[in-house]
């Protein structure tokens, strides 16, 4: 089993910058590949960025790609997202995720996961 527990939410201005932190309890990284989602509210949650269980490939949204960027992975045991250029669109809680694996696989569903952090909130105002 592995714990989630995401930090580093908060209010930021547009244009702004933010880092979110996974920090896992239980079990290391070693093995998980990581993703991060979002939901706003009235809509449903949807994929910000993932890395594999090596740490050593990320996929990022095309909505966020070249203003979010995921780290961390094996053999740390915190994964990050460090979000730039915020926009308002960009509000919503965000969330991380675990999913056991011994391959090198990006997931970027939200089904393809098992492990949740209980999010944490981000907001951008105008």
């Known amino acids: 089993q592995v714990q989630l527990v995401e930090s580093g939410g908060g209010l930021v201005q547009a244009g702004g910058s933010l880092s979110l932190s996974c920090a896992a309890s239980g079990r290391t990284f070693s093995t998980y590949a990581m993703g991060w989602f979002r939901q706003a509210p009235g809509k449903e949650r949807e994929f910000v960025a993932a890395m594999s269980a090596s740490g050593g490939s990320s996929v990022a949204a095309d909505s966020v790609k070249g203003r979010f960027t995921i780290s961390g992975g094996h053999p740390k045991t915190t994964t990050d997202l460090k979000m730039n250029s915020l926009k308002p669109e960009d509000t919503a809680v965000y969330y991380c995720?675990?999913?056991?694996?011994?391959?090198?696989?990006?997931?970027?569903?939200?089904?393809?996961?098992?492990?949740w952090g209980q999010g944490t909130q981000v907001t951008v105002s105008s």
């Open positions: 995720a675990a999913r056991p694996t011994t391959t090198n696989v990006l997931y970027t569903q939200s089904w393809d996961y098992n492990y």
